[in-house]
């Protein structure tokens, strides 16, 4: 497929991406949908006109080249091999593909979306990471659950388990936004006390969380040291940046942005 220029405020990972792969996170700026949709909400499942989400899928299959496989997001931690037949609304957390113009697409309005390539460029992922399938049951999440299919398609196809894998975090809620009960820091803490740093009291059983922060620990833990993109500064936070990014704590009523990563060799 040919490409256009995506637009200068949609954001291009600043990362050591293989050749041949490619990644870019929207903007809620580019598109056709009316307020409180607007403009580029690529969300079929938000309120927003149809045919107006069908025209902002097509804007961004046309800057990028490639078939988004848009998949209908339970916060749980099931990963999908994509191919060309995949269809949209599959249900799944994550996804992984080693082919060429099919797109590794996940939406998001304040959860935390996660980009991942193997350093040969022969795989490229993208995972749905909330809070809840970041932390997942008995320590064994979203990210976990991605890169243990990255390393069993090694196993598979090369014959080891040792493939090197980066990762990209884009915008999610920040950490000082984030505002969470006792049972969200407790399904971190309980499995890894280290993720006492990434929880700040506010009392009365209220936490703010780091979102961000918490999964770079869950990659740290994996092995994966070449981490990019968000650091849990303002510019990356969804709900204090509301031209940029569509954000469903601070509006409730909110498109989705889309986060892609793809081959298209």
């Avoid at 041949?20 to 607007?38: F, K, M, N």
């Avoid at 990210?143 to 090694?154: G, P």
């Avoid at 080891?160 to 975090?169: P, S």
């Avoid at 049972?183 to 009291?201: L, N, S, Y």
């Amino acid at each position: 497929m040919t490409r256009s220029t995506p637009r200068t405020d949609w954001l291009t990972p600043d990362w050591p991406a293989p050749a041949g792969v490619h990644a870019l996170c929207t903007t809620r700026v580019g598109g056709v949908s009316s307020a409180p949709y607007d403009s580029l909400n690529l969300g079929d499942h938000v309120g927003d006109d149809p045919a107006h989400v069908a025209a902002n899928r097509a804007i961004l299959q046309q800057v990028i080249g490639a078939k988004p496989v848009f998949l209908n997001q339970v916060h749980g931690t099931q990963v999908l091999r994509l191919d060309v037949t995949t269809a949209h609304a599959s249900v799944g957390d994550a996804c992984l593909t080693d082919l060429p113009d099919v797109a590794c697409t996940i939406m998001v309005a304040d959860c935390l979306p996660v980009l991942f390539a193997t350093t040969d460029g022969a795989w490229v992922g993208a995972a749905h990471a909330g809070w809840r399938g970041l932390a997942g049951i008995d320590g064994i999440g979203v990210l976990e659950k991605i890169y243990q299919s990255f390393q069993a398609l090694a196993l598979m196809q090369q014959g080891r388990v040792d493939t090197e894998v980066i990762a990209w975090l884009g915008p999610c809620i920040g950490p000082t936004r984030f505002e969470v009960g006792d049972e969200v820091r407790a399904a971190f803490v309980e499995q890894h006390t280290q993720a006492e740093q990434m929880f700040m009291p506010l009392g009365g059983g209220k936490w703010l969380a780091n979102l961000a922060g918490l999964a770079r620990q869950r990659l740290a833990r994996l092995g994966i040291t070449q981490v990019f993109g968000n650091n849990g500064s303002a510019d990356w936070c969804t709900v204090t940046q509301s031209s940029r990014f569509f954000s469903h704590r601070r509006d409730r009523v909110s498109g989705r942005l889309a986060v892609c990563i793809w081959r298209d060799v």
